[in-house]
C-alpha cells in the first residue's frame, strides 16, 4: 500500500512553512516581494504538501530587463509566473532519476530531470539546492526563473521557438510594438528554413519597402 525508502540519516522536522523559507532568505527578495503582491502567500502557507522551485535573485536578474519588468508590471502575468513555480505534490530530489514531467499549478508540464553529471534540472533551469524541506513541502533552489506560455508574448513565444527570421522580419516591418501588446491573437509563423528558401530578389525588395513588408506580414496574424 506504499513505498519505503531507506535513508541513512534522520530527517529533520522543519517547524517552517515554504512560505517561511522564503521570506527568511535573503536570496529571494524578488520572490518573496512577488509573492506578496500577488496574494498567492497563502498557498505557500497551506497545509497541503508542495514542491517549489525557488529562483533566486540572480535568477530573476538574468531574465531580460524588458521582459522581467513586463512580468512583474501585470499582476495577472506574474501571477501565472509564480504558479508555474509550484507543484501540488512533493518532488524530492533524491527521487529524481533520469526524466519526469510535473504539471505546475499553472497546468503547464515542466521538464524535471536528472543528467548524466548528476545534476538536476527543471526545464533549462538547475536545481543549486534541493530538499530544503519545510512541514507543508519542499523548496528547491534553482537558477533561472521559469516562465509560462500564460506569461510570455507573443514575441517571446516566437523567440523561445527560434524563429529568429521572422523576428527580424517584424522588426523590420515595425510591428514589434503593436504584436507585443496585442491580445488573442494567433501567428502563422513561417520557419526560418521557409525564410530563408526565398528568392534573393524577393527578400531585397520586401526589406527595403516596410510598408510592403508589414503588409504581407499581416497575412500571417
Request: net charge negative.
Amino acid at each position: 500500500n506504499g513505498v519505503i525508502h531507506v535513508v541513512d540519516n534522520i530527517l529533520p522536522n522543519s517547524k517552517k512553512s515554504i512560505l517561511e523559507i522564503v521570506s527568511q532568505d535573503s536570496r529571494f527578495t524578488v520572490l518573496k516581494s512577488a509573492v506578496g503582491r500577488t496574494g498567492l502567500s497563502s498557498v505557500l502557507d497551506s497545509d497541503g504538501q508542495l514542491t517549489v522551485f525557488a529562483p533566486t535573485d540572480s535568477a530573476f536578474n538574468s531574465v531580460p530587463q524588458e521582459t522581467l519588468q513586463r512580468i512583474l508590471d501585470d499582476e495577472k502575468c506574474l501571477k501565472n509566473l509564480l504558479l508555474h513555480h509550484v507543484v501540488p505534490h512533493t518532488v524530492c530530489a533524491d527521487a529524481v532519476t533520469g526524466k519526469h514531467r510535473a504539471v505546475s499549478m499553472a497546468e503547464e508540464n515542466l521538464k524535471v530531470e536528472r543528467d548524466t553529471n548528476d545534476k538536476i534540472f527543471v526545464n533549462t533551469a538547475q536545481v543549486v539546492q534541493g530538499n530544503v524541506l519545510g512541514y507543508n513541502g519542499v523548496v528547491h533552489v534553482i537558477d533561472g526563473v521559469l516562465v509560462p506560455n500564460k506569461a510570455q508574448n507573443i514575441l517571446d513565444v516566437l523567440s523561445a521557438a527560434g524563429a529568429t527570421s521572422l523576428l527580424e522580419l517584424i522588426e523590420l516591418a515595425g510591428l514589434t510594438d503593436a504584436l507585443r501588446t496585442s491580445e488573442d491573437i494567433t501567428i502563422f509563423a513561417p520557419s526560418n528554413q521557409a525564410i530563408q528558401d526565398l528568392p534573393e530578389e524577393t527578400v531585397k525588395a520586401l526589406t527595403s519597402d516596410p510598408a510592403a513588408l508589414a503588409e504581407i506580414l499581416q497575412y500571417y496574424v
